[in-house]
């Protein structure tokens, strides 16, 4: 019977982050027209595009290869189970063993791998600058990534997002300079990993900047479906992470009832409202840099991370 119910609860934690990512999109829209003076999409609006699209008829190249095909639905499998991961009411769940920030980082960059590859396949030029222009970001989101994984691993003794949720919300944490270098170092890293602006603007196909819709442009139908579903639930995955390991109040401990797990479902709700809120004023607020300021926009994320991860070697006296 208990396992019955944690697989329960660890179900109901999978579909509510793919029931949710498109709302959490659709709000960040709604709420950037509102604030330029427009009436803009209604919330359900990206429900809508990605039923339209799934009853459309797949429109392929003709020297798309089997690649072209497949990758959508990894992109996919690989960005759902990764954002599945992530604690969002609760901890402690069936699978909070391998919520471990590596694996997440290492499902996000196969995921990323695919879509290069898939942007390369019909050997389009737009295609291939997306794909260059992504592999250029990676380069030094993930390294970026990694020093902020390596921080929180050095203060929580651990990568498994339940214990760094669990360490943070104990007394131990303090003000600490490197929490504050890894948090901003993350928010740059989740911007630019979702081509949000000032990296890429989501709402444009302007051929001389794009990056993430360059890669997409040849799909089509379902394809562009699961393509469109699989970047929401990235968005969703970064605000997730940043909710659970530096915002983690609200979440249902171990063991704990329905009215805790209510408590942690209204409290992340609350979470994602406020995340897109400040996503959408930050959005109108800044302009989009030209692409090769990308690099300067990422490097320093990468120094903030090392610096962080530094800092609180040397404190500590080294590893031991």
Same mark, same amino acid.
């Given at each position: 019977?208990? !396992?019955?119910?944690? %697989?329960? !609860?660890? /179900?109901?934690?999978?579909?509510?982050?793919?029931?949710?990512?498109?709302?959490?999109?659709?709000?960040?829209?709604? *709420?950037?027209?509102?604030?330029?003076?427009?009436?803009? +999409? +209604?919330?359900?609006?990206?429900?809508?595009?990605?039923?339209?699209?799934?009853?459309?008829?797949?429109?392929?190249?003709?020297?798309?290869?089997?690649?072209?095909?497949?990758? +959508?639905? *990894?992109?996919?499998?690989?960005?759902?189970?990764?954002?599945?991961?992530?604690?969002?009411?609760?901890?402690?769940?069936?699978?909070?063993?391998?919520?471990?920030?590596?694996?997440?980082?290492?499902? %996000?960059?196969?995921?990323?791998?695919? @879509?290069? @590859?898939?942007?390369?396949?019909?050997?389009?030029?737009?295609?291939? &600058?997306?794909?260059?222009?992504?592999?250029?970001?990676?380069? @030094?989101?993930?390294?970026?990534?990694?020093?902020?994984?390596?921080?929180?691993?050095?203060?929580?003794?651990?990568?498994?997002?339940?214990?760094?949720?669990?360490?943070?919300?104990?007394?131990?944490?303090? $003000?600490?300079?490197?929490?504050?270098?890894?948090? !901003?170092?993350?928010?740059?890293?989740?911007?630019?990993?979702?081509?949000? &602006?000032?990296?890429?603007?989501?709402?444009?196909?302007?051929?001389?900047?794009?990056?993430?819709?360059?890669?997409?442009?040849?799909?089509?139908?379902?394809?562009?479906?699961? @393509?469109? %579903?699989?970047?929401?639930?990235?968005?969703? %995955?970064?605000?997730?992470?940043?909710?659970?390991?530096? !915002?983690?109040? /609200?979440?249902?401990?171990?063991?704990?009832?329905?009215?805790?797990?209510? &408590?942690? *479902?209204?409290?992340?709700?609350?979470?994602?409202?406020?995340? /897109?809120?400040?996503?959408?004023?930050?959005?109108?607020?800044?302009?989009?840099?030209?692409?090769?300021?990308? +690099?300067?926009?990422?490097?320093?994320?990468?120094?903030?991370?090392?610096?962080?991860?530094? $800092?609180?070697?040397?404190?500590?006296?080294? $590893?031991?």
């Amino acid at each position: 019977m208990g !396992v019955i119910r944690d %697989l329960s !609860v660890q /179900g109901l934690q999978m579909m509510l982050v793919l029931a949710l990512a498109p709302l959490l999109t659709g709000w960040v829209r709604r *709420l950037k027209a509102r604030l330029l003076r427009r009436r803009g +999409p +209604p919330l359900l609006q990206p429900y809508r595009d990605l039923w339209r699209l799934m009853r459309k008829e797949v429109v392929l190249a003709h020297n798309a290869s089997w690649l072209f095909r497949v990758a +959508p639905y *990894l992109i996919f499998a690989a960005t759902w189970v990764a954002a599945a991961l992530i604690p969002t009411f609760a901890t402690g769940l069936l699978f909070s063993w391998s919520a471990d920030l590596i694996a997440i980082t290492a499902l %996000l960059g196969s995921a990323r791998f695919f @879509l290069a @590859l898939a942007g390369m396949d019909v050997g389009t030029s737009f295609g291939g &600058i997306g794909s260059s222009r992504e592999v250029m970001i990676a380069s @030094l989101a993930e390294p970026a990534m990694i020093m902020i994984v390596f921080s929180l691993a050095l203060l929580a003794h651990s990568t498994q997002l339940s214990t760094v949720a669990g360490f943070m919300l104990s007394s131990n944490v303090g $003000l600490r300079v490197t929490l504050a270098m890894a948090l !901003v170092a993350l928010l740059m890293v989740a911007v630019a990993e979702n081509g949000r &602006i000032p990296i890429d603007n989501p709402a444009t196909h302007l051929e001389l900047t794009m990056v993430h819709e360059a890669m997409v442009l040849e799909y089509s139908g379902r394809h562009l479906a699961v @393509l469109e %579903l699989a970047s929401f639930l990235k968005l969703l %995955l970064y605000i997730s992470l940043i909710a659970c390991v530096f !915002v983690p109040w /609200g979440l249902a401990p171990v063991g704990s009832g329905l009215a805790a797990a209510g &408590i942690g *479902l209204v409290a992340y709700l609350g979470k994602l409202v406020v995340a /897109g809120a400040m996503l959408a004023i930050f959005e109108t607020s800044m302009a989009k840099m030209r692409v090769f300021r990308a +690099p300067q926009y990422l490097g320093a994320a990468l120094m903030l991370g090392l610096l962080g991860a530094l $800092l609180l070697f040397v404190s500590r006296g080294g $590893l031991r």
